[in-house]
């Protein structure tokens, strides 16, 4: 599924060298080979992988109702599933507010464990199809996600579209229903909201491992003076049960807060694991208990501090995650 970069002088920041080829032969061999590149694209613009699964059956299921005839007409399969999946991305986005307004507390983006950690499909069992596989870079850790949250859906799918899969703009004003100048804009008024998170989008990966090394320690050992040490004074905690798991419904605003809150939980709670994992292809920190996780955290931080956390315990999110 190759789409012409066009020359626009963005860089791009996800994984356009990922891209698969297009294929002439619309039989299933070359249209199941799309699967990965649909649910990369569809996982950056909806922040769910059950979502972006369904997107993706969906895609598969408009392909395979049409005859052999019409299927064949079709130059290159692999844009036209990427097209439809795209346009079927932007109406869910354009209802995913409403239906937010019913969600309990706050709403954070389904987090990704590392690919030799992940449970292929909702009832488990080991190993994945590499066909499932989510490429883990900048435009998928939780600081970009979070930000992709405040654009409007025009704005998220043209940004993914183009600066992250580099459709060219025109591909992206049939998809959007837009003219490719209005893309544009859309575009670069995206650009401009992630400019922040794309400060801190690629930080030094030992060194936020040994921050968040640091940050279990402070809560397994309950100490509030190293945990303040560890927090930017204005730094954010947010949390995300769904209405399935306990959790804070307001984010926490300020280091102090942050701290008394987890470490009151550290010390009311029942004996639980805390482990180090990759989460969103970043060093972040996962809650075990009875063999299940209940809990994964991811963190942004910059200049050795930590800006924010999600605690992600709505377990519908937590589908793919599993005891190491």
């Known amino acids: 599924m190759t789409t012409p970069s066009e020359q626009a002088g963005e860089q791009a920041v996800g994984p356009a060298d ?12 070359a ?19 059950a979502d972006a699964e369904d997107i993706v059956q969906e895609a598969y299921t408009r392909w395979y109702a049409m005859s052999r005839a019409e299927q064949e007409a079709i130059a290159s399969p692999g844009a036209w599933l990427a097209k439809v999946a795209s346009r079927i991305c932007l109406n869910v986005l354009g209802s995913a507010r409403a239906r937010r307004v019913t969600y309990v507390g706050e709403w954070v983006p389904e987090p990704l464990p590392d690919m030799t950690e992940w449970i292929a499909g909702a009832a488990g069992g080991a190993g994945v199809d590499p066909a499932d596989r989510i ?44 003219s490719p100048a209005a893309c544009r804009q859309l575009a670069s008024s995206a650009r401009r909201r992630i400019a922040g998170a794309r400060a801190v989008a690629r930080p030094d990966a030992a060194g936020q491992a040994d921050v968040v090394r640091r940050f279990k320690a402070a809560f397994e050992a309950q100490d509030f003076t190293a945990m303040i040490g560890l927090l930017d004074p204005e730094a954010t905690a947010i949390s995300d049960g769904g209405g399935r798991a306990i959790a804070h419904l307001l984010p926490i605003e300020g280091a102090e807060h942050i701290a008394r809150l987890y470490l009151t939980v550290a010390r009311l709670a029942p004996p639980r694991n805390m482990l180090e994992r990759s989460v969103n292809g970043l060093p972040g920190l996962v809650i075990e208990s009875g063999g299940e996780i209940e809990t994964v955290f991811a963190f942004e931080v910059a200049d050795d501090r930590i800006r924010r956390i999600w605690a992600v315990r709505n377990p519908e999110k937590l589908r793919r995650w599993r005891v190491a």
Do not use: C, K, W
Not at 144 to 149: A, G, H, N, Q, S
């Open 135 to 178: 490429t883990l870079d900048e435009s998928v850790s939780m600081a970009f996600l979070v930000v992709f949250e405040s654009m409007t859906p025009a704005e998220r799918v043209a940004f993914v579209l183009h600066d992250v899969f580099r459709f060219p703009f025109a591909e992206v004003a049939e998809i959007v229903g837009r």
């Open 31 to 49: 249209i199941m080979s799309e699967r990965r590149q649909l649910l990369n694209l569809a996982y950056r613009m909806l922040g769910s992988l």
């Open 18 to 29: 990922d891209r698969t080829a297009e294929h002439q032969d619309p039989g299933l061999s």
